[in-house]
């Protein structure tokens, strides 16, 4: 290691003093760390984009086959896809689930946009009316998720029941600490809970993903049966569909408050994967699912 000299105007003699070489272990671990944290932002930022690719094709789903089907005078044509989803008679039944398919398209716009950084940098006053409508309807369509799902015959066993029960009961939760922290203008602590409100309201597209890309990966319905559409797999993709999500992204804002390079790749790691695979669950059920809805 080179050695440099300066005057000291107190001791008045030339001390050594050691000069760290530009390339020191050091610099490379601070170079790494800056790569690490931001390949961290990369990952996430890449999965997000992702998804709201994602949830405005299956928005367009939504939109191009329940509402063109209801506007053409054809609702009937929901029972395709949606068992039960239309009942001649059934004015409240199927008020309920017009209503739940609205707010379906309304939730997922709304909640694109509350997470969008620019628009809550640029816009505030929208960020937070667009916040508390997206609150609103998420906690409405919980309830009415609910009341489908117990009243209308709804397919799948008790245990995938439970699991969307469950996954109401977390919507309202995480509904109520967003706005209570919001309330508090404790801001990095509403965000967390606002992207765990999204990753829950998002539930059902992750099964809808996640169940067509397990299709595609195995040729086939491996693990449960199509025709009553129960079985092992099912039962685990229901509960999966939002606490696999929430997982990652506890890791995701644990790694973002650490300093521990080795977690932050790790996490990357993660996000990575869950990317390429929600990628290709999309492409899967936009080809061979939503797509040929809308355009029939």
């Known amino acids: 290691m080179t050695q440099a000299r300066y005057f000291d105007p107190i001791l008045s003699d030339a001390k050594a003093v050691p000069i760290r070489p530009a390339n020191s272990a050091e610099n490379r671990r601070k170079r790494l760390a800056r790569w690490a944290r931001k390949s961290l932002t990369i990952g996430a930022v890449s999965w997000f984009v992702t998804a709201v690719i994602g949830q405005m094709l299956f928005v367009t789903y939504i939109i191009g086959f329940y509402g063109l089907s209801a506007l053409g005078g054809n609702p009937e044509a929901w029972n395709q896809v949606l068992p ?114 999204f990753l829950a309201v998002s539930g059902v597209w992750f099964f809808r993903v996640g169940l067509m890309f397990w299709l595609v990966a195995n040729q086939g319905p491996v693990g449960f049966d199509p025709v009553s559409f129960t079985g092992p797999f099912l039962s685990f993709i229901a509960f999966a569909q939002y606490l696999l999500p929430l997982a990652i992204a506890e890791l995701y804002f644990r790694a973002q408050r650490s300093s521990n390079i080795m977690r932050q790749l790790m996490t990357t790691s993660v996000l990575v994967v869950s990317t390429l695979v929600t990628g290709a669950g999309i492409a899967a059920a936009g080809l061979l699912m939503w797509l040929p809805l809308v355009s029939s």
């Open 84 to 197: 039960h989803g239309w009942e001649a008679g059934n004015v409240f039944g199927n008020t309920i689930v017009s209503l739940h398919l609205i707010f379906t398209v309304l939730i997922i716009v709304g909640g694109v946009l509350q997470l969008t950084p620019i628009v809550r940098k640029r816009w505030p006053a929208f960020h937070r009316l667009n916040g508390r409508f997206y609150m609103f309807s998420a906690v409405l369509m919980s309830i009415g998720g609910l009341i489908m799902l117990w009243t209308r015959n709804a397919v799948g066993d008790l245990s995938q029941h439970i699991a969307l029960s469950l996954n109401a009961l977390l919507i309202l939760l995480c509904a109520g600490m967003a706005l209570r922290y919001a309330l508090q203008r404790r801001l990095d602590v509403h965000r967390r809970w606002a992207i765990r409100l």
